[in-house]
């Protein structure tokens, strides 16, 4: 556990940020060695079949996240507070709730998913493998959430590298199961899906063992009843409802461009599924120091120490910015090289290194945008930030993407449309954060 409300700020930070960068790096790998093997073993079809996998199950788990970030952001203004009996009921309740909600998220899934894809005009040569692919996913939701729920919970309790030792266990367990169902057992797009529910759901097994034996603040067994405490629910039902929302909106937004690329065909949804993986990994650092952020943000208003919150802020904006020139500059380079490790179909390559390029090149608004965002996160402001993502996608993104589309006559015009709805939702973030107002949206009041 790491108190972070004294000691330099940039410090504090980066070294917070440091072992989440790794793990979501290496979480990455999940989606990242997946397609690479399903691209060069399985083919392009299989390929799309899986990317097109990912925006329904952001859909379906994106309502849950918001609410497990609005406990995760009570977890840590209680332990700034240094309030620990209220620490261990918010994680209790947290547990509770991430049980009965893969149940749901199980069930409604598998009902709706071949309804979603005809909805998304998913090509009929793809739905046989985008539906099996998805339904096995759907099943190791349990695993899913408890292992993110559990690293959530060491995070809000300032601790990024004991998630990070299990994500690796998890990653090497998924590379390996995917080269052995897929290779060797010849499963298809069956095997990589059971792969990645294997991994996830032993690392989160893994993880409560450990964490049962070794964490004074974490312990989840058999033996022991959950208290499911109301006034903490409600509380991070409060906070984490317009994040839930946000999420819910951008998965069903992320969708609907899904829907647009998918109108131009096989290659261009394999392009588009291979182009966004790699676009994940290099927004990655931007979204894992506004998560630093937003924890820092959160113990120091917590600890009733506001005026190591701007400074936490010019820190990260100093760190971000360094780290995200060079991110673009190695995009713009190599998108072509790194594009080729997934497929050798030259129609795929030349569509998904021209996404990179166009992209790539505005990374810093969505960083600046992510960064803004943490700081009223943190402080347990979630609504405005809710706002603002929503009007950037579906006022901007979204119908841009379509209106470019049709006229460009390309799915270029679909790529433009990310950087102009980062561009106001840059604009409306920093906007907000100057008023000032997020400031009064704190749990945990000064005695």
Do not use: C
Not at 289 to 299: I, N, P
Not at 303 to 315: C, E, F, I, T, W
Not at 332 to 346: E, Q, S
Request: proline share 3%; charged share 15%.
């Amino acid at each position: 556990m790491k108190d972070m409300t004294v000691g330099n700020e940039r410090k504090l930070i980066l070294q917070f940020a440091l072992p989440m960068l790794a793990g979501s790096l290496f979480q990455q790998l999940y989606n990242i060695v997946d397609s690479i093997i399903v691209g060069n073993f399985l083919g392009k079809e299989a390929l799309a079949a899986v990317g097109a996998s990912f925006p329904v199950i952001f859909v379906l788990i994106s309502m849950i996240i918001g609410l497990v970030m609005g406990i995760n952001i009570i977890i840590s203004q209680y332990f700034g507070a240094k309030d620990f009996k209220s620490v261990r009921r918010a994680i209790d309740t947290m547990y509770i709730t991430l049980f009965f909600a893969s149940i749901f998220t199980t069930v409604a899934g598998i009902i709706f998913s071949k309804s979603i894809f005809r909805l998304l005009n998913l090509p009929d040569e793809i739905m046989p493998q985008a539906l099996t692919y998805l339904n096995i996913y759907l099943l190791g939701m349990i695993g899913f959430f408890g292992f993110n729920g559990t690293s959530g919970i060491l995070r809000g309790l300032g601790d990024s590298k004991t998630p990070l030792y299990f994500l690796i266990i998890s990653t090497v367990t998924n590379i390996i199961l995917d080269l052995l169902f897929v290779i060797v057992f010849k499963m298809g797009v069956d095997g990589v899906a059971l792969a990645t529910i294997l991994s996830q759901g032993g690392a989160f097994l893994t993880a409560i063992i450990y964490l049962n034996k070794r964490h004074e603040l974490i312990n989840l067994s058999f033996t022991r009843r959950l208290t499911f405490d109301r006034l903490i629910f409600k509380q991070s039902y409060k906070i984490g409802l317009p994040t839930g929302f946000q999420h819910t909106f951008v998965a069903l937004g992320i969708m609907t461009i899904m829907g647009i690329v998918n109108s131009f065909g096989t290659d261009v949804i394999a392009a588009f599924s291979v182009a966004s993986r790699l676009d994940a990994i290099a927004t990655i650092p931007a979204m894992i120091l506004a998560q630093a952020l937003a924890t820092f943000v959160g113990q120091n208003l917590g600890a009733n120490k506001p005026d190591r919150v701007r400074s936490g802020l010019l820190a990260t904006v100093t760190i971000t910015l360094i780290i995200t020139l060079a991110t673009t500059a190695i995009i713009v380079f190599l998108g072509p090289f790194f594009m080729r490790a997934f497929t050798n179909d030259d129609a795929v390559i030349m569509i998904g290194s021209k996404y990179l390029t166009i992209v790539s090149l505005f990374y810093i608004l969505f960083a600046l945008m992510f960064i803004f965002t943490g700081v009223m996160r943190g402080a347990g402001d979630t609504l405005v930030p809710m706002f603002i993502t929503l009007l950037s996608l579906w006022v901007v993104r979204i119908p841009f993407a379509w209106f470019l589309s049709e006229k460009l006559g390309s799915e270029e015009g679909i790529w433009w449309s990310f950087p102009l709805g980062w561009a106001v939702g840059l604009i409306l973030a920093w906007i907000y954060y100057s008023t000032g107002r997020w400031k009064r949206k704190v749990i945990v009041k000064p005695q």
